[in-house]
Nanobody, 128 residues
Framework: QLQLVESGGGPVQPGESLRLSCAAS????????IAWFRQAPGKEREGVSC???????KYADSVKGRFTVSRDNAKNTVYLRMDSLKPEDTALYYC??????????????????????WGQGTQVTVSS
């Protein structure tokens, strides 16, 4: 059974950093693209970042230059390093997976419907 488990969230102050992890079990990530989405209270779930199986990446404009997505296939884990956090980054962060090795899978608009396996989310709260 495919399972994704996010961890690493928590409360931080503006300007601080966090590293989220997305650990996969029941399958190997080698042929999967992984995306990070987030959802703040009262808002739509939005795409944050995506990494293809070959390591191509995409970022939302709101996080470009501050967030970095990476993957360690040996550990079956994808990471989201978040620096210079802002209060507007406060949200429940989800990782999602789709089995598609195409190098351009992450290009174009973030599409929630493209991803068929989702984690339960980890809360990030940025507040002074």
């Amino acid at each position: 059974q495919l399972q994704l488990v996010e961890s690493g969230g928590g409360p931080v102050q503006p300007g601080e950093s966090l590293r989220l992890s997305c650990a996969a079990s029941g399958f190997t990530l080698d042929y999967y693209a992984i995306a990070w989405f987030r959802q703040a209270p009262g808002k739509e779930r939005e795409g944050v970042s995506c990494i293809s199986s070959s390591g191509n990446t995409k970022y939302a404009d709101s996080v470009k230059g501050r967030f970095t997505v990476s993957r360690d296939n040996a550990k079956n884990t994808v990471y989201l390093r978040m620096d210079s956090l802002k209060p507007e980054d406060t949200a429940l962060y989800y990782c999602a997976a789709v089995r598609n090795p195409h190098p351009r899978i992450c290009m174009g608009a973030f599409d929630k419907g493209r991803f068929d396996s989702w984690g339960q989310g980890t809360q990030v709260t940025v507040s002074s």
